[in-house]
């Protein structure tokens, strides 16, 4: 009876699914099975001894992320609920950039002056903010768009720019900069963050606190990321400080194609991975 794990795939694929320890970088273009690799390297390093919980697989929405679940669990012949994001028993965590880093911070948050019980901003409340500490500042919102710093303000985060160590070269960026100090000192104030804070955070408590790192790097010793040509700044970094003590990190993408530039995807991560690892 063949074996579950290597079904559907190409002798390149079952080569990439059987290196198990450091890093892997598997490119491919559209349809050729990129995420299937990465779903039976699960089940492969579970079947290799692997405890589970120290499987993290990463990917960039919930759709995917139950996708992969429900693939896996199958792979396992296991009944795993698609909805699961946390650890579960016999089963890695798998989810997106943003609940992994929400799960961090439900944990860690108090260490950046936040209580545990914190509030997330969505773009509403986001803007309204902004309008409110434009205001205060005494900042016009006809002559400067509200939107236009909201978006700055997230592109800065992104970059893993923070208010503390940002140093603008012009009038615009010196107006931005002022709104994000007082826009990331009003969320603290509130307990609250915004979507890119659930990225941007848990990596400055990282870099702050050795301590805390080396727990996720002992919990998730194996890092699988999805669409790794999609990663942004901040998401290339909060990946790198995990798999820095261990290097299993094994990542699939199309360095071709980036459907999230958008969002600041960064294809110098996938190019750079071979000089990286």
């Known amino acids: 009876m063949p074996d579950k794990k290597f079904e559907n795939l190409n002798d390149k694929q079952i080569e990439a699914v059987k290196v198990v320890d450091g890093p892997v970088l598997v490119i491919s273009g559209p349809g050729s099975g990129k995420t299937r690799c990465l779903t039976h390297r699960v089940a492969y390093l579970m079947s290799q001894g692997i405890p589970s919980e120290n499987i993290l697989a990463v990917t960039f929405t919930n759709k995917a992320a139950g996708e992969m679940r429900e693939r896996i669990s199958n792979l396992l012949g296991l009944q795993i609920p698609k909805s699961i994001y946390y650890a579960h028993a016999n089963f890695p965590l798998i989810g997106t950039f943003h609940s992994?880093?929400?799960?961090?911070?439900?944990?860690?948050?108090?260490?950046?002056?936040?209580?545990?019980?914190?509030?997330?901003f969505d773009d509403d409340d986001q803007l309204s903010l902004i309008k409110r500490v434009m205001g205060d500042l005494e900042i016009d919102t006809k002559s400067f768009n509200p939107k236009v710093i909201l978006y700055k303000i997230s592109e800065l985060k992104t970059n893993l720019i923070f208010p503390e160590n940002h140093e603008p070269k012009e009038f615009f960026a010196e107006i931005v900069a002022k709104v994000y100090k007082k826009y990331q000192q009003e969320l603290k104030n509130l307990n609250a963050v915004d979507f890119d804070d659930l990225i941007v955070l848990p990596v400055k408590i990282f870099k702050q606190n050795e301590e805390t790192l080396r727990k996720y790097q002992e919990l998730w010793k194996y890092v699988l990321v999805d669409e790794y040509q999609d990663t942004s700044r901040d998401q290339y970094m909060f990946i790198s400080l995990l798999a820095q003590k261990y290097r299993n990190l094994f990542c699939i993408g199309d360095d071709a194609q980036s459907i999230y530039q958008f969002r600041r995807a960064d294809i110098r991560n996938i190019l750079n991975f071979q000089k990286d690892y």
């Open 100 to 120: 992994i880093g929400l799960s961090i911070l439900r944990q860690e948050i108090p260490q950046l002056g936040y209580r545990r019980s914190f509030n997330i």
